[in-house]
C-alpha cells in the first residue's frame, strides 16, 4: 500500500502511535550525552523514574492544553516556565500554563499548575502554594489548578484558595470537594450531558459456517447481517453523525447473545453522566490500537478532524429526548471574584 492511499484509508492517522526508536542507539546517545556534561548515571533505576515522571508531567501538560483549547472558550494556551530568569526562584514559583478564555465578547486571563494523581486526593505544600501565589500576583491574573485524578480519568479546574484541608505543612483537595467548586464547565466550556439510557449500537449475525468443538463449547463463523444504531426507545437508524456516534460510546455496556444458527453483540448506553471531553478522548481511543495511550503531541493541533465539540453539542441538542436526555452546565459551589458578571449567569453552553 502506497503512502497516498494509507492516508486516504486513514484521515485520522494523526493518532497513530509514536514512531519505536532504536533502543541500543538511543542508549549510546544518553550515555555519550550524560558523559559529556559529567552526569553520574550509576543509578540508572532512579535516572529512568525520573525521566518517566517528566515525560508524564509534560504529557499532562499538553493534554490538558489541547482539551482546553478545543472545548472553545479558550483562545490560547501555552506553557510559561521555558527559558524563563527569575531573580529569586525560592520566592516564586511559575505555573506551568497561561490561558486566556473569552465567552460573550469578555475576556479572561489564568495561571494554571498541572497536577495528576493515581489518588482521589491532591496534597500541594502550603510553601509551594505560596511562591505560586507570588508570581500570580506579579502578574495581576488569577492562579487556578488543573488537576487529572487518574482513577476518574478527567480534568478538572479549581482555586486552590477557595478550599482545603490543612494537613501536614499544606493542604489536601479530596476529589468530592473538588468537584463541586470545579470550574472546567464555566470557564472552559466543559458541558455534561446524559444519553438516554438504552441508546447504543446492534450487531445481528447469522452463522454461515459448521459448528467446530472446542473445550469451552463450540467456534462458528458468523457473518453480520444487520448493524445499526438506535435511540432508548430501540428506533434504528444505519447512519449517524459522527459526532453523536462518539457521545452514544463513550460509556456503553457490551452484551453478546448466541444461539444455534443466530448471535447479536451489542453496545448499550448506561445512562451514566458525561463530558465533553470525555467524548472527546471515546472518539481517540478508538482510532490507537489495543490500550495504548493517546498521544497528545500527534493529535493535540488537529482534534477538530476528529470530532468537533460545537458539533457535539449541536447533535446532541437536536436528538434531545431521544438519543440525549441532559445537556448543562455545572456552576460551582463557590464562584470567583475574579469572573466578570456575564461569566457568573451563564446557564448552559455557549
Same mark, same amino acid.
Given at each position: 500500500?502506497?503512502? !497516498?492511499?494509507?492516508? @486516504?484509508?486513514? &484521515? !485520522?492517522?494523526?493518532?497513530?502511535?509514536?514512531?519505536?526508536?532504536?533502543?541500543?542507539?538511543?542508549?549510546?546517545?544518553?550515555?555519550?550525552?550524560? *558523559?559529556?556534561? =559529567?552526569?553520574d548515571l550509576d543509578n540508572v533505576e532512579n535516572f529512568i523514574k525520573t525521566a518517566e515522571h517528566v515525560e508524564f508531567g509534560l504529557s499532562a501538560e499538553l493534554e490538558l492544553s489541547a482539551i482546553l483549547r478545543w472545548l472553545g472558550p479558550c483562545r490560547?494556551?501555552?506553557?510559561?516556565? /521555558?527559558?524563563?530568569?527569575?531573580? =529569586?526562584?525560592? +520566592? @516564586?514559583?511559575?505555573? %506551568?500554563?497561561?490561558?486566556?478564555? /473569552?465567552? !460573550?465578547?469578555?475576556?479572561?486571563?489564568?495561571?494554571? /499548575?498541572?497536577?495528576?494523581?493515581?489518588? &482521589?486526593?491532591?496534597?500541594? $505544600?502550603? !510553601?509551594?502554594?505560596?511562591?505560586?501565589r507570588r508570581y500570580a500576583e506579579i502578574l495581576g491574573h488569577p492562579l487556578l489548578v488543573g488537576w487529572r485524578c487518574r482513577a476518574i480519568?478527567?480534568?478538572?479546574?479549581?482555586?486552590?484558595?477557595?478550599?482545603?484541608?490543612?494537613?501536614?505543612?499544606?493542604? =489536601?483537595?479530596?476529589? *468530592?470537594?473538588?468537584? $463541586?467548586? %470545579?470550574?472546567? #464547565?464555566?470557564?472552559?466550556?466543559d458541558f455534561y450531558l446524559v444519553p438516554t439510557t438504552g441508546?447504543?449500537?446492534?450487531?445481528?449475525?447469522?452463522?454461515?459456517?459448521?459448528?467446530? +468443538?472446542?473445550?469451552?463449547?463450540?467456534?462458528? *463463523?458468523?457473518?453480520?447481517?444487520?448493524?445499526?444504531?438506535?435511540?432508548?426507545?430501540?428506533?434504528? *437508524?444505519? /447512519?449517524?453523525?459522527?459526532?453523536m456516534i462518539w457521545t452514544v460510546l463513550s460509556g456503553v455496556r457490551a452484551n453478546s447473545n448466541v444461539e444455534d444458527g443466530q448471535a447479536v453483540q451489542s453496545f448499550t448506553s448506561t445512562g451514566g453522566l458525561r463530558r465533553a471531553q470525555n467524548i472527546l478522548k471515546t472518539a481517540l481511543q478508538f482510532q490507537t490500537k489495543g490500550d495504548q495511550r493517546i498521544r497528545w503531541k500527534g493529535v493535540a493541533d488537529d482534534l477538530d478532524s476528529i470530532v468537533r465539540c460545537t458539533d457535539i453539542l449541536t447533535? #446532541?441538542?437536536?436528538?434531545?429526548?431521544?438519543?440525549? @436526555?441532559?445537556?448543562?452546565?455545572?456552576?460551582?459551589?463557590?464562584?470567583?471574584?475574579?469572573?466578570p458578571p456575564k461569566w457568573r449567569s451563564k446557564n448552559e453552553p455557549d
Open positions: 500500500m502506497s503512502d !497516498n492511499e494509507s492516508k @486516504q484509508e486513514h &484521515p !485520522n492517522a494523526r493518532v497513530r502511535p509514536a514512531r519505536p526508536f532504536h533502543t541500543i542507539n538511543a542508549a549510546h546517545i544518553i550515555t555519550r550525552t550524560a *558523559e559529556a556534561l =559529567d552526569w490560547m494556551v501555552h506553557r510559561l516556565a /521555558e527559558d524563563a530568569f527569575v531573580a =529569586d526562584t525560592a +520566592a @516564586q514559583q511559575i505555573p %506551568d500554563l497561561v490561558a486566556t478564555f /473569552e465567552s !460573550n465578547g469578555e475576556h479572561i486571563v489564568t495561571l494554571i /499548575e498541572v497536577k495528576t494523581t493515581a489518588d &482521589p486526593v491532591l496534597h500541594l $505544600k502550603a !510553601n509551594y502554594l505560596d511562591r505560586l480519568d478527567m480534568w478538572l479546574l479549581f482555586d486552590p484558595f477557595a478550599i482545603g484541608l490543612p494537613r501536614a505543612g499544606g493542604f =489536601d483537595y479530596t476529589l *468530592e470537594d473538588v468537584m $463541586k467548586v %470545579d470550574l472546567m #464547565s464555566l470557564i472552559a466550556g441508546t447504543g449500537l446492534r450487531f445481528e449475525m447469522e452463522r454461515t459456517g459448521d459448528k467446530i +468443538a472446542t473445550k469451552e463449547g463450540y467456534q462458528a *463463523e458468523f457473518t453480520v447481517r444487520r448493524a445499526y444504531f438506535h435511540d432508548g426507545e430501540g428506533r434504528a *437508524e444505519t /447512519e449517524l453523525p459522527q459526532a447533535e #446532541s441538542r437536536a436528538r434531545f429526548g431521544t438519543y440525549v @436526555q441532559y445537556i448543562f452546565l455545572q456552576k460551582p459551589r463557590v464562584t470567583p471574584t475574579f469572573l
